[in-house]
């Protein structure tokens, strides 16, 4: 039974304590929701051909066979020992996932990647607002407690740990602004040039509109600032100035770091400014560097903050690249574990109703197995509409400069930074500096499209059509990292299941598949009137419809549930006028357009199926309900390369959703004659799943459709022997092996050795078989004429005997 405290974040193995998780520290899960069934429009396994069996792939050695190996993390120079890394600690590579009983291989390598940009989509959100010739502003909310620190990668993925740097190692032994890193802090033009073969100034004015810069060093090491930090040294140059390491001679001689706040002449402006940023004294979070104090030094303004002896994600970059001699990103995996740590410090700083503003691979950074934020000098309140603003082009988002900073444009950068993480981004500044590269031109957004998609969401030109919080982008960006593993693993199918927080685990799988075996929505458990419509959901569809024509209160959840209850009563009118009124209240409510692909499929119209299944795939990347969705109705409109890739991503990714999966990619390699195909697909059903029973008797019956040759059907009869068919059903296969085997032997003659059902492949060792099959049926047969009939085909065909 499944521990009703445990944590149902996906990779988590927290418990729930005082309403939130001890480990990551997000809330406890909603409740559950189920739905009823109609017989809408079906999709059906086709009687194939057979594959010849396959044996199964040989599993890999035990980590003890491993011994010695070169650790296979990036960067790390380790060597497996029982198991593990000695030096970095991850596991060594895991191990693959082994077909079922059945045989098989795993299914055909493929990437969706044409489902994002070749496939329409239901009109959703700004696009939705604005053709209806307004602009709906979308509500942006959400509220997260305290994180604890957990290790990087959320249990799916691993991260090597990086080692501590000591703080006198990191400060600069000759602190110099190269001069291509120099350009004016007011209009960014060059400054600081060198020219005919001198050196540039370090200090000067900007040809271009006079304003003073100035790239040397405030402070030197041994100077005093505020009476209490002695400056040993630079440590780095930023966009204000110089920043430095000193020692906190008030508290213990504790490392500190000094950074630039303002410079200025009036002490007054200076105070002032001072007072305004002693806000982020307050912040108190474990992924972000903790800010001491607030101080002036010669009419200028520092924040004191905690030294962490980390390293940033832009010098892993800089790394990668010196060690392979070119540009080596981050693989996705292990950027998306990094993101995924760091997104609850954005939760917390916007429930703060603070934003960061300018977010960048140079301010989060890794120490050991942890990462943490860094550099709150932009981070600004919410509705502050004075302070200035500070950003990274490539990363602002487009519409800062007129609206200012808010959540959204917080999840733009971090979009942002995924991609200059994970790809070579050129032009990211200029060309698509508010745009991202189509899929044909970047290798990972075509191989991995739910990551392509998650981007297109995070980093969506208008800010009402991205994530609503942190919270939902780290939701999202976890099932999206499962994927990605799974791609990864190359072969078999998911050995465990992944809670969802948004839809619940399909129902058993099953040949035929419909729009009642698609998961249910988890409904809403803060929705008001969620209690008044737990008491009408065991009621028949009818009786439901008319109890939520006049619900005691309007609210979402009723509206779902109404259109829920109209689809099952076959009230298509109701569903349609359902799905428009949500939406025209909410442009951006893919639920409302889920229920519209649910209606789809139940009245046979998979194209519009297929788009809208489409647009919520886009709304919630990280999610597989969609995806299953979507390859059905790829599947029933012929798009087949889309649905195998699909159900091939179900397949790999999550337990509970690998029978559906399999037997539609059983139903379209059926289609094609790819009898290897079919084998393969029903192979990653598990022999501990309920639908393996299902999977070997369709097998048995692929190999009975059509055989190949004498093997497949002798191999047809032991597999329904074990499948669990009625004895009528055994007896109807064995007569279709039986003629068919009788019939190639009349043809070509014998095969030597050969044997079908443990008889000689004779003309009259199958003859006997298919006598004693036709006594067998006919035995199971009721109807007394066909009784007989059955009985004198028996008869006909007996081997001639002397006796």
């Not at 806000?279 to 924040?303: D, R, T």
Request: glycine share 10%.
């Amino acid at each position: 039974m499944t521990d009703p405290n445990a944590c149902q974040q996906p990779g988590c193995t927290g418990t729930i304590i005082d309403g939130y998780c001890d480990v990551c520290g997000m809330p406890g899960a909603t409740g559950t929701g189920d739905v009823s069934a109609v017989t809408p429009v079906v999709a059906t396994i086709a009687t194939p051909p057979p594959p010849r069996p396959r044996t199964s792939a040989k599993p890999p050695a035990p980590p003890s066979h491993r011994e010695g190996l070169a650790c296979k993390q990036p960067g790390c120079s380790g060597t497996i020992v029982d198991g593990y890394c000695d030096v970095c600690g991850t596991p060594s590579v895991p191990s693959e996932v082994t077909p079922g009983a059945m045989g098989g291989e795993s299914p055909a390598e493929g990437t969706a990647s044409k489902v994002s940009s070749r496939l329409d989509a239901t009109a959703l959100g700004s696009a939705r607002a604005h053709s209806g010739g307004t602009i709906s502003t979308r509500r942006i909310s959400g509220h997260s407690t305290r994180m604890r620190t957990a290790r990087i990668g959320a249990g799916v993925t691993s991260v090597p740990p990086v080692p501590e740097i000591d703080a006198s190692s990191a400060v600069l032994k000759n602190p110099v602004v190269p001069e291509d890193k120099r350009f004016c802090p007011k209009c960014g033009e060059p400054v600081g040039r060198g020219r005919d073969g001198q050196p540039g100034r370090t200090t000067g004015f900007c040809a271009n509109c006079r304003a003073p810069f100035d790239f040397t060093p405030k402070l030197k090491p041994g100077d005093l600032v505020a009476g209490q930090y002695e400056v040993a040294g630079c440590l780095a140059h930023g966009g204000l100035g110089w920043i430095y390491l000193a020692r906190d001679r008030n508290v213990s001689n504790r490392w500190v770091v000094l950074k630039g706040l303002l410079n200025s002449g009036d002490p007054d402006a200076l105070a002032a400014a001072l007072a305004e940023q002693r806000f982020l004294a307050q912040v108190s979070h474990p992924n972000i560097v903790e800010i001491y104090n607030f101080v002036s030094h010669h009419n200028a303004g520092y924040i004191v903050m905690e030294y962490i002896g980390g390293t940033s994600l832009k010098s892993l970059l800089k790394q990668r690249m010196k060690a392979t001699g070119s540009y080596n990103p981050i693989p996705v995996d292990q950027a998306l574990a990094y993101i995924i740590e760091i997104l609850p410090a954005f939760q917390y700083l916007h429930d703060l109703g603070l934003v960061y503003c300018d977010f960048k691979p140079d301010n989060i950074i890794q120490i050991g197995d942890e990462v943490r934020l860094i550099d709150l000098g932009g981070v600004r309140r919410i509705d502050d509409e004075d302070s200035a603003i500070f950003g990274t082009v490539g990363y602002q988002a487009p519409e800062v400069a007129e609206q200012g900073c808010t959540v959204a444009s917080d999840i733009y950068t971090i979009g942002r930074t995924l991609v200059v993480l994970t790809m070579e981004f050129r032009g990211y500044q200029t060309t698509y500096v508010k745009s991202l590269p189509q899929p044909e031109q970047v290798p990972i957004f075509a191989q991995y499209d739910s990551f392509y998609r998650l981007l297109l969401k995070a980093c969506a030109p208008s800010p009402d059509d991205r994530f609503v919080s942190a919270d939902e982008m780290r939701n999202q960006m976890l099932g999206v990292l499962r994927e990605v593993v799974a791609q990864n693993r190359k072969g078999g199918a998911a050995s465990s299941s992944a809670a969802s927080v948004l839809f619940d685990p399909p129902p058993t799988g099953d040949a035929v598949m419909t729009w009642e075996d698609l998961p249910a929505l988890r409904p809403d458990a803060s929705d008001p009137q969620i209690g008044w419509l737990a008491t009408i959901a065991a009621q028949p569809p009818g009786q439901r419809l008319l109890a939520l024509n006049a619900p005691p209160g309007r609210s979402t959840e009723v509206a779902l549930a109404h259109g829920l209850a109209a689809l099952e009563a076959g009230d298509f009118a109701v569903l349609d006028s359902v799905v428009q009124r949500m939406l025209a209240d909410d442009p951006w409510e893919w639920r409302a357009v889920w229920l519209s692909g649910l209606g789809a499929l139940a009245r046979n119209y998979p194209a519009q199926a297929q788009s809208a299944f489409n647009a919520v795939y886009g709304q919630v990347p990280g999610e597989l309900a969609p995806k299953l969705g979507l390859a059905l109705a790829c599947e029933l409109s012929g798009t087949d390369e889309i649905a195998e890739s699909l159900y091939t991503i179900c397949a790999r990714t999550d337990a509970a959703y690998v029978p559906h999966a399999a037997f539609g990619l059983a139903r379209l390699r059926a289609a094609r004659n790819d009898l290897d195909g079919v084998q393969s697909a029903l192979a990653l059903v598990s022999p501990t799943s309920s639908a393996y029973p299902l999977a070997r008797q369709h097998w048995a019956e692929a190999l009975a459709g059509a055989p190949r040759d004498l093997a497949d059907l002798d191999l047809a009869l032991s597999t329904a022997a074990t499948a669990g068919f009625s004895r009528r059903r055994r007896a109807e296969i064995a007569v279709d092996v039986y003629r068919d085997g009788l019939a190639r032997v009349k043809k070509d003659g014998p095969t030597a050795g050969a044997q079908v059902g443990g008889r000689p492949a004779t003309a009259d060792g199958l003859k006997a078989g298919l006598e004693n099959s036709l006594r067998d049926l006919a035995a199971t047969t009721e109807n007394p004429i066909e009784r007989l009939r059955l009985v004198d085909e028996a008869n006909a065909v007996r081997p001639w005997s002397l006796v």
